[in-house]
T-cell receptor, first 113, second 114 residues
Framework: AQSVTQLGSHVSVSEGALVLLRCNYS??????LFWYVQYPNQGLQLLLK??????LVKGINGFEAEFKKSETSFHLTKPSAHMSDAAEYFC???????????FGQGTTLQVKP | DVKVTQSSRYLVKRTGEKVFLECVQD?????MFWYRQDPGLGLRLIYF???????EKGDIPEGYSVSREKKERFSLILESASTNQTSMYLC?????????????FGEGSRLTVL
């Protein structure tokens, strides 16, 4: 069965610092992996997705994620945090077996001035 | 831009009431979804639909039903609301296959059951 684990329900960084949000997955078949962001009082929107092309995926707003099969990870990074990055971030995995997306528990990113 | 519209942002209902949550998308997407979002649990799939009048159970369908009479509209129904159904409900749609395509989400409907 597929699953997604996001390590850390809350992450706090200072403005300008590196952002690292961790995601590990389990999947018996090659996965499709996604990061979504949810700003306060809004729905989710896609940040980036991995679909077996390049292992380093670039997304919107300066975010990127690296697919590491050996570590079953898909961590999200951004070199320099902005105040506007404060939001909840969700990692998700999909497979052709189930035809569904499975979401992680979410990580709330706080950015301090 | 794709727009997914959920008819009610905030609802307050009493235990035992029947509740309808409506969702409309304007981009002719085949697939539509209802998720429930709770703190610490992420998003959990309630039901999804890949065509008009077609529906599939997700991971937590108990206590819910759905209706898709038209391609653009997907309704979630709580036949008899209970307090443990107090939650944020998110509707989403996608054009391509369920697991590879981008989901477009509505802004959510926050339901409180008293």
């Amino acid at each position: 069965a597929q699953s997604v684990t996001q390590l850390g329900s809350h992450v706090s960084v200072s403005e300008g610092a590196l952002v690292l949000l961790r995601c590990n997955y389990s999947s018996s078949v090659p996965p499709y992996l996604f990061w979504y962001v949810q700003y306060p009082n809004q729905g989710l929107q896609l940040l980036l997705k991995y679909t077996s092309a390049a292992t380093l995926v670039k997304g919107i707003n300066g975010f990127e994620a690296e697919f590491k099969k050996s570590e079953t990870s898909f961590h999200l990074t951004k070199p320099s945090a902005h105040m506007s990055d404060a939001a909840e971030y969700f990692c998700a995995v999909g497979s052709s077996n189930t035809g569904k997306l499975i979401f992680g528990q979410g990580t709330t990113l706080q950015v301090k001035p | 831009d794709v727009k997914v519209t959920q008819s009610s942002r905030y609802l307050v209902k009493r235990t035992g009431e029947k509740v309808f949550l409506e969702c409309v998308q304007d981009m002719d997407h085949e697939n539509m979804f209802w998720y429930r979002q709770d703190p610490g649990l992420g998003l959990r799939l309630i039901y999804f639909s890949y065509d008009v009048k077609m529906k599939e159970k997700g991971d937590i369908p108990e206590g819910y039903s759905v209706s898709r009479e038209k391609k653009e509209r997907f309704s979630l129904i709580l036949e008899s609301a209970s307090t443990n159904q107090t939650s944020m409900y998110l509707c989403a749609s996608s054009l391509t296959s369920l697991n590879t395509g981008e989901l477009f989400f509505g802004e959510g409907s926050r339901l409180t059951v008293l």
